[in-house]
């Protein structure tokens, strides 16, 4: 009998037609996440199996819990063999290690070849856990514990607590979608509720100094290492949008500044998704959080791009997302106080319901086509990773 980790994928099994690619996605990002964890992954019918030396079993355990497509982690025991009389020798050694009064067994097969059914498996182990620990009952209804058993082709599988994995589809395996990352609370929130869906997710940060500082930059950073866990790696495009501020500043209207500066960030992450393979945007824009998250603000601000804009938090209360932006750490990271580019040039009276027409035109104002040429010619790439973070630009 020897120590495992049985990993199930509850969602992907109703992908017929990509579970071939969904389970190799799911393999490389397990492999990924116990880099140097001397874990040995095998994978059989709707299973991934993890053995490992003993002592990285609870790190691995840990890494597991932030590996997207992950249904249900099980530290169990494999026994190479299936006969109902070795399963019942190892339960009852396992069960003598346990302090318990009342439990019941729940029993899988996927071989249906067995000549035992579920049940009579299940009334067997019952039978002789019974015999062999004293004062225990069964409880069908609330057990103090849950033998499970699960029999395969040669092969057999007793494990007793059942962790939650996260859910939602392994990373990659739909696709790459730009995430407008900025030093807020909603987009990391964003960020990480797309890469549940199985998006693999690049981001882009708009800075503008000196009006915006290092420590602003380095927040985002912070916030993309802290996402590169659910990941590995995460590209972070940082961009300068100090000339495009100032210029819309200068020449447009007061009231349409932020939706103008909305519109300029809209076109250049735009440009930057389609350069490297992205078929989306993501950002944290909230309905009715500010005035440029009214519906006729994100008309005004979405048509100037000819791709869909994916918000996963636009129907959600701030504090929904904050509980979720707790839970994934990014929160004690977002609420540092460094100023970021769009609070710094907020106008007094923003214009709640812009006018489409009016934004075209003011933009004739100015040159934005070269100011963006420019903007993007100039981005800084940043590789951020999940334990060490690497500097280099555009080389990616
Ligand atoms: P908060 O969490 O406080 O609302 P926020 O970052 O969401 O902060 P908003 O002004 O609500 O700020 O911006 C809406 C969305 O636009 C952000 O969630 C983010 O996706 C994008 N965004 C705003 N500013 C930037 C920026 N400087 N760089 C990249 N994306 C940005
Ligand atoms: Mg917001």
Do not use: W
């Amino acid at each position: 009998m020897k120590k495992i980790v049985i990993i199930k994928y509850g969602e992907l099994t109703t992908k017929k037609d990509n579970i071939n690619l969904f389970i190799s996605t799911l393999r490389d990002e397990v492999k990924r996440a116990l880099d140097g964890l001397s874990a040995e992954i095998s994978y059989d019918k709707g299973r991934m199996f993890i053995g490992a030396d003993d002592e990285y079993y609870d790190k691995i355990i840990l890494k597991l819990q932030k590996v997207f497509g992950i249904h249900e982690i099980n530290l169990g025991y494999q026994i190479d063999d299936n006969s109902i009389e070795e399963i019942e020798k190892q339960v009852i050694a396992l069960v003598s290690e346990r302090d318990f009064k009342t439990f019941k067994v729940e029993t899988k097969r996927s071989d249906k070849t067995y000549p035992l059914t579920s049940m009579e498996v299940s009334r067997a182990i019952g039978g002789v856990i019974l015999k062999n620990k004293e004062g225990i009952k069964v409880d069908v209804h609330n057990p103090e514990v849950v033998v499970h058993v699960e029999i395969r082709h040669n092969k057999s599988y007793i494990y007793f607590d059942k962790i939650a994995g996260l859910g939602g589809y392994p990373v990659g395996v739909l696709g790459k979608g730009m995430l407008m990352l900025s030093g807020g609370i909603d987009s990391p929130v964003a960020g990480y509720l797309a890469m549940k869906r199985g998006v693999r997710i690049e981001g882009v940060y708009f800075e503008s100094p000196p009006h915006t500082s290092e420590a602003a930059k380095n927040k985002v950073i912070s916030l993309a290492k802290t996402l590169a866990d659910y990941s590995g790696y995460i590209k972070l495009h940082v961009v300068n949008f100090t000339k495009i501020q100032e210029t819309i500043l200068k020449e447009c209207p007061r009231e349409y500044l932020i939706t103008i500066m909305r519109r300029m960030m809209y076109r250049i992450a735009y440009r930057i998704a389609l350069k490297n393979n992205a078929k989306v945007i993501i950002n944290g824009e909230s309905i009715g959080q500010v005035a440029s998250q009214t519906l006729t603000s994100m008309y005004a601000i979405n048509s100037v791009i000819d791709m869909p804009v994916i918000r996963p938090v636009a129907c959600f209360d701030k504090l929904d997302i904050i509980d979720i932006a707790k839970k994934i750490e990014t929160y004690d990271i977002s609420i540092q106080p460094f100023e970021d580019c769009c609070t710094i040039f907020v106008p007094e009276h923003p214009v709640i319901n812009p006018d489409r027409a009016k934004c075209s035109e003011y933009e004739t104002y100015f040159d934005y086509e070269s100011l963006i040429d420019e903007a993007i010619r100039n981005e800084e790439v940043i590789k951020v990773e999940n334990k060490v973070s690497r500097e280099f630009n555009n080389i990616l």
